[in-house]
């Protein structure tokens, strides 16, 4: 057991070395930026290698923070995330100890926005940890913005992406108020029901009084998503169709061809009145 544990200092200590040593290089790395839409999920790059001809330990220590505060951690199994990210934050165990300490985060949202910077945690002087700067990532989320345009009567299905939306509203296009349409805590209303396992509502039988945008947002009243909706009338009848109303039926056909056959025999009449 002391074999093992001054085997790990031994390596501890080169790691510190090795990153120590080359932080210069990796400060002078541009930092990644990465853009996203709300609810989608994205991957914060980063990596790093062990001391050449050395093994990782099976308890690498990393750590994501953002300007204000610690958001990930992990050292071997184990594994903390702050309150605002919970369930959605990871860096696999496996992926780790082979170099890959990239930071996913699911079902991103507006509030996901902002500075990351991740460390690798070593034993330094006197066994002091310390915090060694890997990478730093620039992540930019923004909302979903859509058109859409509906006849009277059709329904307009509109996109929540996310849990975390939590009510829709609504501006008339002459108005300048915003009325609530759903809440999530209030459930279905008579015209505007939730999909029972998809983040989708639907209105149903729009008119032209439902025109207007339709904002999602989330708990923090931020928006999730911007809607312009329009209700135009229904497309008049083709000119083909109507000039199929003109078309003579059975009935006026039937009378046309009798009229035909008549008219010679009219010609004849007066031809032999003629010769009397």
Same mark, same amino acid.
Request: hydrophobic share 40%.
């Given at each position: ?29 541009? =930092?990644? @930026?990465? $853009?996203?839409t709300?609810?989608?999920q994205? %991957?914060?790059?980063?990596? !790093?290698?062990?001391p050449? +001809?050395?093994?990782a330990?099976p308890?690498?220590?990393?750590v ?6 610690t958001?990930?951690e992990?050292?071997?199994?184990v ?7 919970q ?13 890959n300490?990239?930071?996913?985060i ?6 996901d ?13 006197r066994?002091k ?7 730093t990532?620039?992540?930019s989320?923004?909302d ?6 509906h ?13 975390? =939306?939590? @009510?829709? $509203? ?5 108005s300048? %108020?915003w009325?609530?349409? !759903?809440?999530?805590?209030? +459930?279905?209303?008579?015209r ?15 008119q ?17 998503s ?21 078309i003579?039926t ?9 009229a035909?056959l008549?008219?010679p ?12």
């Amino acid at each position: 057991m002391m074999r093992s544990a001054l085997c790990s200092r031994a390596w501890a200590a080169l790691l510190y070395s090795a990153l120590i040593g080359c932080s210069a290089d990796a400060s002078a790395l541009p =930092s990644a @930026s990465i $853009v996203s839409t709300v609810g989608n999920q994205v %991957v914060l790059p980063c990596s !790093w290698k062990p001391p050449l +001809g050395e093994v990782a330990p099976p308890d690498c220590h990393i750590v994501w923070s953002t300007l204000v505060d610690t958001v990930f951690e992990r050292r071997g199994v184990v594994r903390w995330e702050a309150d605002e990210f919970q369930g959605r934050l990871e860096v696999p165990e496996e992926r780790l100890r082979s170099g890959n300490c990239s930071l996913i985060i699911r079902d991103v949202q507006i509030a996901d926005t902002g500075s990351y910077e991740s460390f690798m945690v070593v034993n330094g002087a006197r066994s002091k940890k310390t915090r060694v700067s890997l990478q730093t990532v620039k992540l930019s989320v923004y909302d979903h913005k859509t058109y859409q345009s509906h006849h009277p009567g059709e329904d307009f299905v509109l996109q929540l992406y996310t849990q975390h =939306s939590m @009510s829709v $509203v609504f501006q008339g296009r002459d108005s300048s %108020v915003w009325t609530d349409v !759903w809440l999530r805590e209030e +459930g279905n209303s008579e015209r505007v029901v939730k999909h029972p396992l998809l983040q989708q509502l639907t209105m149903r039988k729009v008119q032209h009084t439902d025109e207007g945008v339709y904002k999602v947002l989330d708990e923090n009243g931020l928006a999730v998503s911007t809607v312009q909706l329009t209700v135009e009338e229904n497309p008049a009848p083709s000119r083909q169709f109507r000039t199929q109303e003109n078309i003579p039926t059975d009935v006026a056909a039937s009378s046309s061809g009798s009229a035909l056959l008549i008219l010679p025999l009219l010609v004849c009449s007066l031809q032999i009145v003629r010769l009397v």
